[in-house]
């Protein structure tokens, strides 16, 4: 079940995150992120390419502001992508799901 990415559930993917990588089965997790809240059409970065399965090194949430002038300034989630550029969602601009997985340790 894919959920929705944006400032309000930013807390909900760190969540997943944390508990993914606490259960002691994965050495990292993966992220797919999805411009329909089925989770079926899957989104692209700025090269062209897939965001399905991607690995990811950092997050970053920014609250909503107001500029110098008191417009609004809407917040917004960066995910830094291991193998390409970053890719933003900003609030009341753009809309995104997600899912991630985790990535198995393997005994050796």
Same mark, same amino acid.
């Given at each position: 079940?894919?959920?929705?990415?944006?400032?309000?559930?930013?807390?909900?993917?760190?969540?997943?995150?944390?508990?993914?990588?606490?259960?002691?089965?994965?050495?990292? +997790? =993966? @992220?797919?992120?999805? $411009?329909?809240?089925?989770? *079926?059409?899957?989104?692209?970065?700025?090269? #062209?390419?897939?965001? !399905?399965?991607?690995?990811?090194?950092?997050?970053?949430?920014?609250?909503?502001?107001?500029?110098?002038?008191?417009?609004?300034?809407?917040?917004? +989630? =960066? @995910?830094?992508?291991? $193998?390409?550029?970053?890719? *933003?969602?900003?609030?009341?601009?753009?809309? #995104?799901?997600?899912? !991630?997985?985790?990535?198995?340790?393997?005994?050796?």
């Amino acid at each position: 079940m894919a959920v929705q990415l944006n400032t309000t559930t930013y807390s909900d993917l760190i969540t997943g995150i944390n508990t993914t990588l606490s259960s002691g089965q994965y050495r990292a +997790v =993966t @992220i797919t992120i999805f $411009d329909d809240a089925a989770g *079926t059409a899957v989104s692209k970065d700025a090269n #062209g390419n897939l965001l !399905l399965n991607r690995a990811f090194s950092s997050t970053t949430a920014k609250a909503e502001t107001k500029d110098e002038a008191g417009n609004t300034v809407n917040g917004s +989630v =960066t @995910i830094s992508l291991n $193998d390409g550029p970053e890719y *933003t969602i900003t609030d009341n601009v753009n809309t #995104g799901w997600y899912t !991630l997985s985790g990535i198995s340790i393997f005994s050796r």
